[in-house]
T-cell receptor, first 114, second 116 residues
Framework: DQQVKQNSPSLSVQEGRISILNCDYT??????FLWYKKYPAEGPTFLIS?????DKNEDGRFTVFLNKSAKHLSLHIVPSQPGDSAVYFC?????????????FGKGITLSVRP | NAGVTQTPKFRILKIGQSMTLQCTQD?????MYWYRQDPGMGLKLIYY???????DKGEVPNGYNVSRSTTEDFPLRLELAAPSQTSVYFC???????????????FGSGTRLTVV
């Protein structure tokens, strides 16, 4: 039973346009969400996160939106650049106690065409 | 500051062999994790540790063992390698960002293991 779902396996966009990566979750106890970027042969690197008390968080070209009622979040990249081509993982955690284990989606491969 | 370091980067094992995947971090993080990533899948938690001497099972612990004798090291042991353990293994550590339950996670570069 997948608790974090990234239903689209891939996305291709033109350089300079907006990339929108979607993520859905089923566990209503999740209250902290993160996006990770992964290049081949490297470990995931942290991109941006959002707490459930917010509905938007922005960091440069990256913005994450959270819709708690729909259990949906999305990552917007504007403008997209060829260097953004990578696999993007959505992850979620329950911030209970001192340990926050991450549950990951399957990832989406973003290709930005020059 | 090296972050999270994993060794080896690649390994081929025969069925039934054993090995230890090494993970060390120099950031004094209390929390450490082992994940595996199968092709086309997300990362799944194998084991985690909230501090030296404390470990617990994650989502897919069968066939693996861990120990945490120091804050820095969190090795993952495969006792009897099976083809189903062919995967890419990532070690990670986490730290509190805000004291309000927000954590940052740092991942190693991974160990690609093939069991034949």
């Amino acid at each position: 039973d997948q608790q974090v779902k990234q239903n689209s396996p891939s996305l291709s966009v033109q350089e300079g346009r907006i990339s929108i990566l979607n993520c859905d979750y089923t566990n209503s106890m999740f209250d902290y969400f993160l996006w990770y970027k992964k290049y081949p042969a490297e470990g995931p690197t942290f991109l941006i996160s959002i707490s459930s008390i917010k509905d938007k968080n922005e960091d440069g070209r990256f913005t994450v939106f959270l819709n708690k009622s729909a259990k949906h979040l999305s990552l917007h990249i504007v403008p997209s650049q060829p260097g953004d081509s990578a696999v993007y993982f959505c992850a979620a955690s329950e911030r209970t106690g001192a340990n926050s284990k991450l549950t990951f989606g399957k990832g989406i491969t973003l290709s930005v065409r020059p | 500051n090296a972050g999270v370091t994993q060794t080896p980067k690649f390994r081929i094992l025969k069925i039934g062999q054993s090995m230890t995947l090494q993970c060390t971090q120099d950031m004094n993080h209390n929390y450490m994790y082992w994940y595996r990533q199968d092709p086309g899948m997300g990362l799944k938690l194998i084991y985690y540790s909230v501090g030296a001497g404390i470990t617990d099972k994650g989502e897919v612990p069968n066939g693996y063992n861990v120990s945490r004798s120091t804050t820095e090291d969190f090795p993952l042991r495969l006792e009897l390698a099976a083809p189903s353990q062919t995967s890419v293994y990532f070690c990670a550590s986490s730290y509190s960002i805000s004291g309000q339950g927000e954590y940052g996670y740092t991942f190693g570069s991974g160990t690609r293991l093939t069991v034949v």
